[in-house]
């Protein structure tokens, strides 16, 4: 059985007169597309990408830097969401105004102004509102809330508004102190006196 | 080409195993190393393995062991009259394990412990692969003398 027997070694010899060529000119075309083919296959489409047995020539690949390029938008992202939510965070809420209190900053303010004697028409047109005693709580249906009125002057307080915040940190006595001088607003254009439009009866006519 | 021609069982698949070949040839180029042998017997090996891979395949090696040494005789002259492709015919019609262990006992001139490493075997699968082969072929040449 180890031994090689004189027709196999026979056998051995014929094979090896084979003619490599017994398989044709097409044949060995399509063998030889075969393998560049599957050679092909092995390189890299844009010729930076290394193939599985080239070892790494440097660079960095297209699909690489795509990735690269999302992760640094998503954390780009991410630090900027929570950038908003910090500020979100740390506004302050603006207090809510309660009307009582507005009402009675009101009332206390007019007080406050009204017990010094002046001149100033203002001053003296607001009855209601000085003989109303500092201690009084106010009630929405307070004297306060009545308008007020001067000569030429006339300001409403009836209505607060009760949605704006500013509104009750900002003193509600502000209109009541920065109104304008009183006085007769002058009508028309000014520099033009009546005598201006003084009608004179032309020479023709008849 | 002549090596791929004796594994497989037509010419389409030793295109196949030839194109096999060369593409492992020319993707290993940069390990091979002139100190260990000829380019010639590189690739001869190469090509020995890809057809062996081929048959691994299409056949199954199971364990087979021989029980009984038989040497069936084989009168030489007929294969000597006997052209090249008729005899390769012949050993294509081996079964594909026994196929492998004649091609690599008788043409490659393997001894059996090297084929039974080669082929994942032990060394009495691979004899008895070889008696397989020789009982089939003296049928097969005794009847071509009828």
């Keep these: 059985m180890n031994r090689l027997l004189p027709y196999e070694q026979s056998i051995a010899t014929k094979l090896d007169e084979l003619p490599p060529n017994k398989l044709g000119a097409d044949m060995a075309d399509a063998i030889w597309a075969d393998i560049s083919a599957q050679l092909d296959s ?34 780009a992202l991410l630090a900027y969401w929570l950038t908003q939510t910090n500020k979100s965070a740390t506004t302050p809420t603006p ?19 009204q017990p010094v004697p002046s001149a100033n028409p203002i001053a003296t047109d607001v009855p209601t509102r000085n003989s109303q005693t500092p201690n009084t ?20 307080v009836t209505d607060i508004p009760t949605s ?28 033009i006196q009546d005598s201006d439009y003084k009608f004179v009866r032309g020479k023709d006519s008849s | ?37 000829s380019i010639a017997a590189w690739l001869h090996r190469i090509v020995v393995n890809e057809s062996l891979d081929h048959l691994k395949q299409q056949a199954r090696f199971g364990t087979q062991e021989l029980e009984t040494v038989e040497e069936p005789f084989v009168n030489n002259q007929i294969v000597e009259k006997m052209h090249a492709e008729a005899i390769l015919l012949h050993i294509r019609r ?28 032990s060394e009495g699968t691979s004899k008895w692969h070889l008696s397989e082969a020789r ?7 005794t009847n071509v003398i009828e």
């Design chain 1, 42 to 75: 092995d390189l890299p489409q844009d010729g930076n990408n290394p193939g599985p047995d080239n070892p790494p020539q440097g660079g960095m690949s297209w699909a690489t830097g795509i990735k690269l390029a999302i992760g640094t938008a998503g954390i």
């Design chain 1, 137 to 156: 709580p106010p009630t929405s249906n307070n004297t306060a809330l009545q308008p007020i009125t001067t000569d030429s002057f006339r300001l409403q």
């Design chain 2, 1 to 37: 080409m002549r090596i791929a021609l004796r594994y497989a069982k037509d010419a389409q698949a030793a295109g196949d195993i030839l194109s096999h070949a060369f593409v492992k040839m020319f993707r290993s180029i940069k390990n091979y190393d002139n100190s260990k042998g």
């Design chain 2, 94 to 121: 081996l079964p594909p394990a026994t196929h492998a262990v004649f091609v690599l006992y008788a043409c490659e001139g393997y001894t059996h412990k090297a084929i039974a490493q080669q082929l994942g075997i």
């Design chain 1, 164 to 191: 704006k915040p500013d509104s009750a940190v900002a003193p509600i006595n502000a209109p009541v102190l920065l109104l304008p001088p009183p006085g007769k607003k002058q009508r028309g254009t000014q520099g």
């Design chain 2, 135 to 141: 009982k089939i072929l003296q049928k097969q040449l």
């Design chain 1, 95 to 113: 207090p809510i105004p309660i009307i009582t209190e507005r009402k009675a900053t009101l009332v206390d303010t007019i007080q406050q102004v």
